[in-house]
């Protein structure tokens, strides 16, 4: 029986399965993304895929739908990865470029989406530092990394402060913050960065205690996952406020040998 791929997801990964499914001239259908976040199909999607005589698979797509194969977009214990499975499923062997989009999922393990966990793995497999800032940059361009909001990023690290040699603070015109996290690795691998836009949101990326502290004191947080938190300020008192929580809150982490 044929296949017929419904996708969803942005990123490196879901680019190279497309690149493998039009490589076979496999049939696939992008799943545009909803409210949330969410790639959703319905049952009469995939009966009538089933009526054309073609077996349905779901890649980072949901949905109370029966008779189709769902291909999880992140990698455990128990699944191999999708980019892995439309491959081996297929006939088809991973190139070298494809095994490094592969090892960067960030959805391997469920990451944070700001997180560089991934950079100091794929440092660990000997990767090399071009190779590493190629892939995290097409990973960033699939996601909708503007060429423009990229050069702000670069803008942005050069403008950069560091508090007390413990802080990051530094100011951007946009929300990748990805831009900015993934070239500050290579000058702080153990990140304790806070990130305001001129938007008046910011992102503090550090250590899961300081960002639950920080989530409890009541300085705009809204979100805590982790070590990251994401929050709005109003005024640049708040962000005073915000970066001397975060520079009291550091220090212990010089006691530690950490910063």
């Known amino acids: 029986m044929e296949k017929y791929y419904f996708v969803g997801g942005k990123g490196a990964v879901i680019s190279e399965i497309i690149n493998i499914l039009k490589e076979k001239n496999i049939a696939y259908e992008r799943v545009p993304e909803q409210k949330y976040g969410i790639y959703r199909v319905s049952q009469e ?25 769902s291909i999880p977009n992140f990698c455990n214990h128990l699944y191999a990865s999708a980019l892995e499975r439309v491959a081996v499923e297929n006939g088809v062997e991973l190139s070298a470029w494809q095994a490094l989009v592969q090892l960067n999922d960030e959805n391997r393990f469920k990451e944070y989406p700001y997180d560089v966990h991934q950079i100091g793995e794929l440092v660990r497999y000997g990767y090399s530092h071009q190779e590493i800032d190629k892939v995290r940059a ?4 699939e996601k909708g990394v503007t060429p ?3 050069d702000a990023a670069e803008d942005c690290i050069s403008k950069m402060s560091v508090r007390n040699k413990l802080l990051v603070v530094t100011k951007l015109p946009h929300e990748k ?3 900015v996290l993934d070239r500050l ?10 990130i305001f836009t001129t938007t008046g949101a910011f992102l503090y990326a550090g250590f899961a205690d300081i960002a639950a502290r920080l989530f409890m004191a009541g300085i705009g947080a809204y979100s805590l996952s982790f070590a990251f ?4 300020y109003n005024a640049e008192t708040d962000v005073n406020r915000i970066v ?9 982490k010089v006691k530690d040998g950490l910063l």
């Open 229 to 232: 938190v994401e929050g709005w």
């Open 138 to 141: 097409y990973d960033r361009a």
């Open 45 to 69: 999607q995939i009966d009538s895929v089933l009526a054309q005589g073609k077996k349905p698979y779901l890649i980072n797509v949901t949905g109370h739908v029966e008779n189709a194969i």
């Open 185 to 194: 690795f290579w000058q702080q691998p153990v990140q304790n960065v806070v």
């Open 244 to 252: 001397k929580f975060l520079s009291y809150a550091s220090r212990e």
């Open 148 to 150: 423009e909001e990229e």
């Open 177 to 179: 913050y990805s831009a």
